[in-house]
C-alpha cells in the first residue's frame, strides 16, 4: 500500500520550506533599499502569482502520481528529462549549501563558541540524518518541529512590532539617497523569485497527496502566507534599524530562543531541498537511491557553503528564474492544454525551443532596470505562447476539416 499524505501533512511541509533565512534576508533586501509604501503591492502580487504557478506545476505531480523531474518526461522526451534533472540537481546542491551558509552566518551574529565552518557542518549532518530515515517516519517530529519555530517566530515578529515600518526607515533613506529605490518590476522580480526556484520541487511532494486538487492547493496556498510572513519579518528587522537577522534577535531578548528559530528554519527548507534532489538523481539514473543521493548532496553542500558561495547568491536565484520558470511554463502549457501525447520527436523538439526562447528572453532582459513585468514573467510568457503554436495550429487545422 502506497503512502499518502494528507491536507495537513502537506500543508507543515510547505508552511516549513518558506520560513528559511533567505525569506527573511530577502524582505531585508527591499526594505532596506525602498520606502515601505512603494513595496506592498509589488510584495503581495508576486507572491499571488508565484503561489498560483506553484499550485498548477504541483497539480501535473499529483495527477500524474511522478515527481518533479519526471513530469517533464512527456514534454520534454526523455533526453529533455535527463537534461533538466542533472540542471536541477545541481541547483539543489547550491541551493541546500546557500541556506546552509546563511543560516551559520546569522548563527555566527549571536556570538556563538563555534565556528562558521563547524556550524555549517553540524546542519549538514542534521539534514543529512532527517534525508536517510525519510520524511514519513519522522512526520510527527517535523510537525512537532514546525509548531514551536511558529510559535518562537511569532514571539519575535510581536516583539519587533515596536519598530515602525510604515514610515521612511533609516536604512532606506539612507540607501534612497546613496541609490534609486526599486521600481515597481524590480520589487515584483524579488518577491517572485522565492516561489519560482521551488517549481521544480514542489511535485516530489504533491505526487503522494490524497487529494491532488485540495493537497496541491494547502501546499500552495501554506507556502505563499508563509513567505509573505517571512518577507514582512524582514521589514521589520529593518523597522528596528538594523539588516542583522540575528541583532535583531538580540534586540528583542531572544539570545538562546534564536539559535533554535535559525536551526530549524535553516533545516526545515534544506531538508526539502536536499531530498528533492535525491528524487531527481533518480530521475537521471534509475537505480539510484534517492535518500543515499540526498545525504551526498548534504555534505556537498556543506563543502560549498564553507568554500562561500553566498558571495554569488543574488545570481544564483536569477539562475533558477531562468531556466525552471520557463519550463514550468512549457510543461503547463503541455499538459493543460495539448490533448495528445507529447511522446513524439517533433513535440518535444519544439518544446525544448519553446523553452529556450523564455530562457533567452530572460538573459537579455535581466538586467534591464525596471522592464514591465519583470524577466521572470516575461520568460514564462514567451514560453508559453511558443509552446501553444503547434496546439493552437492542429486546433485549426480541425476546425478546417469539420468545416
Known amino acids: 500500500m502506497e503512502n499518502r499524505t494528507g491536507l495537513f501533512s502537506n500543508g507543515v511541509i510547505w508552511f516549513g520550506v518558506a520560513i528559511s533565512v533567505s525569506e527573511i534576508e530577502a524582505g531585508i533586501q527591499l526594505a532596506s533599499s525602498t520606502p515601505i509604501d512603494s513595496i506592498w503591492i509589488p510584495l503581495v502580487l508576486g507572491h499571488i502569482i508565484g503561489g498560483i504557478l506553484l499550485f498548477f506545476t504541483g497539480l501535473v505531480g499529483a495527477h500524474l502520481r511522478v515527481n518533479a523531474m519526471e513530469t517533464i518526461r512527456s514534454t520534454f522526451g526523455n533526453y529533455g528529462s535527463k537534461f533538466f534533472s542533472s540542471l536541477n540537481v545541481m541547483q539543489l546542491i547550491a541551493w541546500v549549501a546557500v541556506l546552509n ?21 553540524i546542519l549538514s549532518v542534521i539534514i543529512a540524518i532527517w534525508v536517510y530515515v525519510g520524511l514519513y517516519r519522522l512526520s510527527k517530529v517535523t510537525t512537532v518541529m514546525m509548531v514551536v519555530l511558529t510559535i518562537l517566530l511569532a514571539i519575535l515578529s510581536v516583539k519587533l512590532l515596536g519598530g515602525d515600518i510604515s514610515n521612511a526607515l533609516p536604512i532606506a533613506s539612507i540607501a534612497s539617497a546613496n541609490s534609486a529605490p526599486l521600481s515597481f518590476w524590480n520589487i515584483f522580480e524579488i518577491s517572485i523569485a522565492m516561489p519560482i526556484s521551488w517549481l521544480p520541487v514542489i511535485s516530489d511532494y504533491t505526487k503522494d497527496v490524497e487529494n491532488p486538487i485540495n493537497g496541491t492547493m494547502v501546499s500552495a496556498v501554506a507556502y505563499t502566507l508563509a513567505s509573505l510572513w517571512m518577507y514582512v519579518l524582514g521589514m521589520e528587522i529593518v523597522g528596528i534599524g538594523t539588516t542583522s537577522i540575528a541583532q535583531s534577535i538580540l534586540m528583542a531578548g531572544l539570545g538562546a530562543t534564536g539559535v533554535i528559530i535559525l536551526v530549524l528554519s535553516t533545516v526545515t527548507s534544506n531538508f526539502v531541498a536536499a531530498n528533492s534532489a535525491g528524487e531527481s538523481s533518480k530521475a537521471i539514473f534509475n537505480k539510484i537511491n534517492p535518500r543515499i543521493a540526498g545525504v551526498v548532496v548534504s555534505f556537498l553542500s556543506a563543502i560549498l ?21 520557463p ?14 501525447e507529447n511522446g513524439n520527436s517533433r513535440i518535444w523538439y519544439w518544446n525544448l525551443f519553446a523553452w529556450f526562447g523564455g530562457f533567452i528572453v530572460y538573459q537579455l532582459t535581466v538586467n534591464m532596470d525596471s522592464i514591465f513585468l519583470g524577466p521572470t514573467l516575461l520568460a ?13 495550429k492542429k486546433r485549426f487545422e480541425g476546425d478546417s476539416v469539420h468545416i
Do not use: R, W
Open 101 to 121: 551558509a546563511q543560516g551559520a552566518a546569522a548563527m555566527m551574529g549571536l556570538n556563538l563558541p563555534i565556528s562558521f565552518t563547524l556550524t555549517c557542518i
Open 327 to 340: 519550463m514550468a511554463a512549457v510543461l503547463m502549457v503541455s499538459f493543460y492544454l495539448s490533448k495528445e
Open 305 to 325: 557553503a564553507i568554500s562561500g558561495i553566498m558571495d554569488h547568491y543574488i545570481g544564483f536565484l536569477y539562475l533558477i528564474a531562468s531556466v525552471f520558470a
Open 380 to 392: 514564462i510568457i514567451i514560453s508559453a505562447v511558443i509552446a501553444y503554436i503547434p496546439i493552437l
